[in-house]
Structure formats: C-alpha cells, structure tokens
C-alpha cells in the first residue's frame, strides 16, 4: 500500500493563495494515480482534482477549474494542489488520495487515502 501525508494548510483571507503538498512513501509512486478531494463540514467529502500517473493528465471540478493547479513530482513522490483566488466556499478539510486505476470520482472509487489539511478561507 502508500501511505500519504498532507502538508501547507492553513488560515487565509478570501482572494489569497494557498499551496498544498502530499508526500507519498510506501510503493512505487509513477504506479498511482493522485487526488485531491476535499470535505467541508455536514457535507459529502468531494473531488476536487487529479492527475495521471505519469502527470499529463489532469482532471478538476468545475468548482476549482481555472482557480486550482494539481501536479506531481516524481523524483520527490510529491503531489501538490497550488490554489488561487480561493473563496469562503473552499473551506474544508483537503484529503490527498491515491488509485492505481482511476474508476471515477467518487471518494469510494480512490483505494489510499492521507488524514487531511485543514484550510480555511475568511471573508
């Protein structure tokens, strides 16, 4: 299995950036496919982007497109979430998620799963 952990959340002003980290250890890092999903209180928890194994793929919600930059690092077997423009309504907690094959968007569908980061975003 891989083990995840998240790093970089935190507390920020609307219109801020912020910029997430998952280090990955535990099985070949190029065999996975990486996610960002993200939890907000009383709410299912949520995809919010991904991206292939070999990084040329990337995948967002409609929520983020265009705010959000998912990439990966394979010499470092590190996954980021760089976020711009962020919004009250981005506040959750962000959960870096893996799968060796991507069967959908939904959090059952990701087999690994980091504890999450905590970001919030005041007005």
């Known amino acids: 299995q891989v083990q995840l952990a998240e790093s970089g959340g935190g507390v920020v002003q609307a219109g801020d950036s912020l910029s997430l980290s998952c280090a990955a250890s535990g099985r070949t890092f190029m065999n996975f496919n990486m996610g960002w999903f993200r939890q907000a209180p009383e709410k299912q928890r949520e995809f919010v982007a991904g991206?292939?194994?070999?990084?040329?793929?990337?995948y967002y919600s409609d929520s983020v497109k265009d705010r959000f930059t998912i990439s990966r690092d394979t010499a470092r077997e590190t996954v980021y979430l760089q976020m711009t423009s962020l919004k009250p309504e981005d506040t959750a907690i962000y959960y870096c998620?893996?799968?060796?094959?991507?069967?959908?968007?939904?959090?059952?569908?990701?087999?690994?799963w980091g504890q999450g980061t905590q970001v919030t975003v005041s007005s």
């Open positions: 991206v292939g194994r070999r990084g040329g793929s990337e």
């Open positions: 998620a893996a799968t060796r094959d991507i069967k959908g968007a939904a959090a059952p569908d990701w087999a690994y």
